[in-house]
């Protein structure tokens, strides 16, 4: 096979610049003397790859020009418009300093909004460009009211008061008292409101509704009463003004610890919802949430718990709100306390604030197990005037509770529901009933008194003690022993959390307080009577 053409060879060489300058024009040389026919197709060639560089070298020039412009041109400066003074400049604000500016060919004025962001070019005498997306940072104030038609009054983080321009969106989204606003201390301008829906939400809990008014027992009158108060006002307003009957805003639930005052809350707002169609939040108030250690925080935590719950009344049209306080006897009170103290000064501000609601969509509702700490006056007609109270229930509420939790559709093992229920009952209540005595108490002047069963009995220990008894018949089963709840188990179980109940009974305020004895009646001992009582001794021993 015959080898390229060497001439061919350095021609390719010349066309691919695989040449250095002295070898290429060697190489032309070369080839013109050799084969004179192919100089005008090479001088064409080289033409071409002549102007082609040219053009290349052009376009890097240019944008070697348009980078060193960049480079050396000054940063254009964000700013604040305005508005616009004199022969169509624009007033700004910049550093603090007030500038008028001119404005460049290509920026609409009517895009130009009192407040908005903009940017000025190197030499701060033109507006150059609008910066919609730029973030900007200042202080926060309250509004308080209106100074003219486009200033306003706000209180400054220290309680420090300014007057400021207000931006045309501010002005056209409207703007009430104490609503949060972002202003600029130097330029004295407000631009930017900031949401306060949820400003103060963190001082409310959700509130479950998954209680249901069959599931619980015993407090069916005091549901009633409240319930109708709600369903009058809500679904009878023109028999409400007829009789001009004044609107109850609080509610009061008192009783010993676990009687059923936060589901009867729970239940309430569940039965607006699923039986009268009504649109219900029920939020918790967290128990001491309002209390701040730093002077003057306190009453602010307050007056923004009020708001919070008048901004959840607000969100939605037709939207009814149930705030629980619950353990209200935390607010405190004015009796006996120094004129700075914190319980001094947060009553009246709770009070207040209770006042000032005017919403008839909001229903206060609140609960304790110490009545006696309640202030007066939070507790007079108008505010949390209406009290229930939710007692200890006797032996047909204790029925009611008992069937709630022991229901015929469960294993049950000798016997049925009822029978169980009365068995318990019996050892409970009757006067010689084997559960019915727990302890023995003794007072400072020497007297004895026994603690029943009745005394310390509520809702949530039944539906411990059901619960107790379910998981003791659950376990036999998975041990291949015969199935079901049986009688055995429910009086084991009763037996066993009573006694639990007496071994944490210890003298003072709280014991006095749980069994509802005058102040008077100092209880110095407590004898539980655990060991000398047969039946308790059998119901405890392991089935």
Request: proline share 6%; with cysteine.
């Amino acid at each position: 096979m015959a080898s390229p053409e060497p001439h061919a060879e350095l021609m390719e060489k010349i066309l691919n610049d695989g040449l250095s300058p002295e070898q290429e024009q060697a190489a032309v040389e070369s080839c013109a003397r050799a084969r004179p026919a192919v100089i005008p197709s090479l001088l064409s060639i080289l033409l071409g790859q002549k102007q082609r560089y040219k053009i290349l070298y052009e376009e890097s020039e240019a944008k070697r020009a348009d980078l060193a412009k960049a480079v050396l041109e000054p940063p254009w400066h964000p700013a604040m418009y305005l508005g616009t003074g004199a022969r169509g400049r624009a007033l700004v604000v910049h550093g603090g300093r007030p500038l008028c500016v001119g404005i460049a060919a290509d920026v609409d004025p009517d895009k130009l909004r009192r407040g908005c962001s903009v940017l000025l070019n190197g030499h701060l005498n033109m507006l150059v460009d609008l910066a919609t997306d730029l973030r900007r940072t200042g202080t926060v104030g309250l509004f308080s009211r209106f100074h003219g038609e486009r200033q306003a009054l706000l209180r400054g983080p220290s309680d420090e008061e300014f007057v400021v321009d207000l931006a045309e969106d501010l002005l056209a989204g409207g703007l009430a008292n104490g609503d949060q606003l972002v202003f600029d201390r130097e330029a004295r301008i407000a631009w930017d409101k900031i949401a306060t829906v949820h400003q103060h939400r963190g001082l409310l809990e959700e509130l479950p509704l998954d209680v249901r008014i069959e599931e619980l027992g015993g407090v069916r009158q005091v549901f009633d009463e409240i319930l109708g108060e709600l369903k009058l006002h809500l679904f009878h307003p023109d028999e409400v003004a007829r009789y001009r009957l004044p609107r109850i805003k609080g509610q009061l639930l008192c009783g010993p610890p676990g009687t059923g005052k936060t589901s009867l809350v729970q239940a309430l707002a569940n039965h607006l919802i699923r039986v009268e169609g009504v649109d219900v939040k029920a939020y918790k108030v967290p128990p001491g949430g309002h209390r701040v250690m730093w002077f003057g925080q306190s009453e602010k935590r307050v007056k923004g718990l009020f708001r919070a719950i008048c901004d959840a009344a607000d969100e939605a049209p037709g939207r009814f709100i149930i705030a629980f306080f619950d353990d209200m006897d935390t607010l405190g009170g004015r009796e006996n306390q120094m004129p700075g103290d914190i319980d001094a000064r947060l009553m009246p501000c709770f009070l207040q604030e209770v006042d000032n609601i005017r919403n008839p969509r909001i229903m206060l509702i609140g609960a304790t197990n110490m009545e006696s700490r309640l202030d007066d006056a939070l507790i007079r007609p108008g505010r949390f005037g209406a009290i229930h109270r939710v007692g200890r229930p006797g032996r047909e509420q204790a029925r009611e509770i008992f069937s709630c939790h022991l229901t015929s559709d469960l294993p049950l093992a000798g016997g049925d529901a009822p029978q169980m229920i009365d068995q318990a009952l019996a050892a409970l209540y009757a006067p010689n009933g084997e559960l019915a005595t727990l302890a023995t108490l003794t007072f400072r002047d020497g007297t004895r008194r026994p603690l029943t069963a009745s005394q310390v009995m509520s809702g949530a220990l039944i539906a411990a003690v059901v619960g107790r008894a379910k998981r003791r018949a659950c376990y036999r089963g998975l041990d291949g022993a015969s199935a079901g709840i049986a009688s055995a188990d429910l009086m084991a179980s009763l037996a066993a959390e009573l006694t639990a109940v007496a071994a944490r009974l210890r003298p003072g305020a709280s014991l006095t307080q749980m069994l509802g004895l005058p102040q008077d009646m100092d209880v110095v001992r407590v004898e539980p009577r655990s060991a000398d009582a047969p039946l308790r001794a059998q119901f405890l021993r392991p089935a």
